[in-house]
C-alpha cells in the first residue's frame, strides 16, 4: 500500500490508473478504523480496481472542540487493518495541506442540514460538505463507499454530489455491528466496560421502537416510551429519537414505505449514533 501526505503527487500516482484504464474505488474516514471501515474497504476492492482510502481528522466538522482534541488517533493500526483489507493508496494529509487559509466557504442544505444532528451539532454538515468536497476533487473517484451509520450524513453528501455535478456514483453500506448489536464507532473506544453495556440502550431503543410502530402504536406515545426507558439508565442522555423519511429526513408520524428510525445521545461524555431502517 502507498501512502501519501500531499495532494499533487497522489493526483499524479491515480492518474495512470483512471478510465479506461480501471474504476477507482474512494472510502473517506476520520481514522480510528475498525470492521465497518474494513468492510467499505474490501467491497470498493472487489467493486474497483484500485481503491483509495483517507484518514483526515477533518477540524471544521467538529463544534465541539473537546470531541476533536480527543477523537482517537490510531494510525499504526489503521495501516495494518487497510493493508490486510487489500487497500492500494492511504491519503493522510495534514491540516496545511488540506485548509490552506483560515476562512471557509460555507454550504447550506436547508432543512437537511439544520434538523437532528444539524439541530444539536450547528455548522457540522458545513464542515462536512467542505472535506468531502475537497476529497472527492482530490481523489476524482469513480464510486465512493458511506457508511449508513451516519445516514444524515450520507444524504448531505448524496446532495453535494448531485448539485454540485460530482462524477462519482456514491454507495451506501449497512451499518456493521458488534455480535450485541452495538453500532461499530470510532467512539465505542472511549467508553469504559461499564458505560459499553449501557450503550445498548440505543439500538434496543430502535428495536422497540420498530416494533411498537409496525404494530400500529403512535410515534409520540413510543417516543415517550424509549425516553423514559433511557432516562432510567446511569450516564445515558437522549438527545432525540425521530421517524423520517428516508429520502429527505421529513418527519414522520406513522410508518410508511420509506421510514428509518435514528437515535442520538450520549453515554458520559461520548455521543453516540445510531439508526434503523424500518422500509426503503
Partial sequence: MKIFKEIEPLRAFLKQFRQPAGLIGFVPTMGALHAG????IETSVKECNYTVCSIY???TQFNNPVDLAKYPNTLDTDIELLEKAGCDVLFCPPHSEMYLHQDHI???FGLLDKILEGEFRPGHFSGVALVVSKLLN???PDKAYFGQKDFQQYLI???????LNFNVELIRMPIVRE???LAMSSRNARLTA???KTALVFYQSLQQAKTRLQSGADFEVVKAEIKSICESKPEITLEYLALADTTNLSPLKNVTTQSVLL???YVGEVRLIDNLIIAE
Fill in 37 to 40: 471501515h474494513r468492510a467499505l
Fill in 194 to 196: 461499564e458505560q459499553r
Fill in 263 to 265: 437515535i442520538a445521545g
Fill in 157 to 163: 453528501v448524496s446532495k453535494l454530489v448531485a448539485d
Fill in 106 to 108: 460555507r454550504f447550506d
Fill in 57 to 59: 481528522v477533518n477540524p
Fill in 179 to 181: 455480535p450485541d448489536g
Fill in 138 to 140: 482530490i481523489v476524482q
